[in-house]
């Protein structure tokens, strides 16, 4: 079991607020990613929970129990806390072999020696290098470095594991690689997960929860595919997916209990019951930024009713997908299509479009008013 609580966690160097008011449950069993920007205060946040680092406010409980009440100056030493931390430098003893970089830390523990060699071999296996146990670190890829790193973190049994860009050293084939290893090791041992990245494709993949962080705040705490398909704001939106979503500015205004909007793809119209609880101008046309995902699109050669007159800008096939821009007007937009499509620059095209997928913000706060569903 472990469920964490933060509550109105902040944390300062000095005059730099680098956490503000951090307020984040994190569910027993849950594979939760810290994600954000670089400087965002997603490590703060992580040696935080270690007791690395002391925050100036705030409480934070593990099942429960009490570990930092900073109004009490009460901060748990990081030994109590039931929880192993594997940094971006994973740092192996070099003059250790990988059984015995696994084995020392249960050593110290005083665990009977059957019971380390289990673990060993059972963490071994776990992270699939059980067949390198024998070399020393130099004898190793970064990759396996990696994993011998991991799996040094989870022959401890942590109640709590938690992961600081684990994946940054290694090429990109091996980061898809460890992602699907996380993913199973997680599955395999129900270990509550911390994982820290900047990598936003590494954060859908991989979590059951995303804690979307911005200068020090939490911007947005959801499910990937909430957070994928409902943004809460214009910078989650353009954070959140490769390649980036598509804003295209318009004019919006309630009429008759629905959300008109109007822009270079023409006029929309939304029903009350998708908007959210955000505020917006319930009367007269205000700006708004329509948002529209690349896969969203789809390009046909003929005319289609309700489909939007286009042209192509530029063409971009890579293989498995290619990257079509498309003008409509003075505004340009990007499309996904799946496999080697061909068009001539200038062709003209139709967009179209699912209406329940675009997302619409108040442009003057950048805030979701409409959902995709
Ligand atoms: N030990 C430290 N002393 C002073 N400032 C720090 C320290 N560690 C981090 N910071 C600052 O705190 C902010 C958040 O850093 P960090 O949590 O490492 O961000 P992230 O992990 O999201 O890249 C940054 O502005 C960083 O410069
Ligand atoms: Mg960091």
């Not at 040696?47 to 593990?62: A, C, D, F, H, Y």
């Not at 990081?78 to 192996?92: C, D, E, I, T, W």
């Not at 380390?116 to 890829?141: A, C, F, G, H």
Request: aromatic share 6%.
């Amino acid at each position: 079991m472990s469920r964490i609580e933060l509550k109105h966690i902040d944390k300062f160097y000095g005059s730099n607020h680098v956490l503000r008011d951090i307020n984040l449950v994190i569910e027993d069993g849950a594979f939760m990613t810290l994600l954000g920007p670089s400087g965002c205060g997603k490590t703060t946040t992580l040696r935080v929970v270690s007791g690395l680092e002391k925050p100036q406010n705030g409480i934070m409980t593990i099942d429960g129990v009490e570990m930092i009440n900073a109004d009490d100056a009460y901060y748990a030493e990081p030994s109590k806390r039931g929880l192993n931390l594997v940094f971006q430098s994973y740092a192996l003893w070099p003059h250790m072999t990988v059984f015995d970089n696994i084995a020392f830390g249960l050593k110290i523990q005083k665990m009977p020696k059957a019971e380390i060699e289990k673990r060993v071999m059972d963490s071994l296996k776990m992270m699939r290098i059980d067949m390198y146990k024998d070399r020393y670190p130099t004898e190793l890829s970064g990759g396996q470095q990696q994993r011998v790193a991991i799996a040094r973190a989870v022959a401890s049994s942590p109640k709590l594991l938690l992961l600081d860009e684990p994946l940054s050293n290694l090429d990109a084939k091996l980061r898809i690689d460890m992602r699907a290893e996380l993913q199973r090791l997680h599955r395999e041992l129900g270990t509550t997960i911390i994982y820290v990245t900047h990598d936003q494709t590494e954060a859908l993949t991989m979590s059951t929860k995303i804690a979307l962080f911005r200068a020090g705040e939490l911007n947005q705490v959801a499910t990937p595919m909430e957070l994928y398909n409902n943004p809460i704001d214009l910078e989650a939106a353009d954070f959140i997916g490769n390649p980036r979503i598509n804003l295209l500015e318009g004019k919006a205004e309630m009429k008759n209990g629905q959300l008109v909007v109007r822009s270079d793809l023409g006029g929309h119209t939304f029903g009350a019951a998708d908007l959210t609880e955000e505020t917006f101008p319930k009367s007269g046309a205000f700006d708004c930024v329509l948002a529209i995902r690349p896969e969203q699109v789809i390009i046909s050669r003929e005319k289609v009713d309700g489909a939007i007159p286009v042209s192509v800008y530029a063409s971009q096939p890579a293989g498995s997908e290619t990257i079509v821009t498309l003008r409509a007007d003075k505004d340009e937009f990007l499309v996904k299509e799946l496999g080697q499509q061909h068009y001539e620059l200038d062709d003209n095209v139709w967009a179209i479009i699912d209406q329940n997928k675009i997302n619409i913000y108040n442009k003057e706060t950048t805030r979701l008013i409409k959902r995709a569903v």
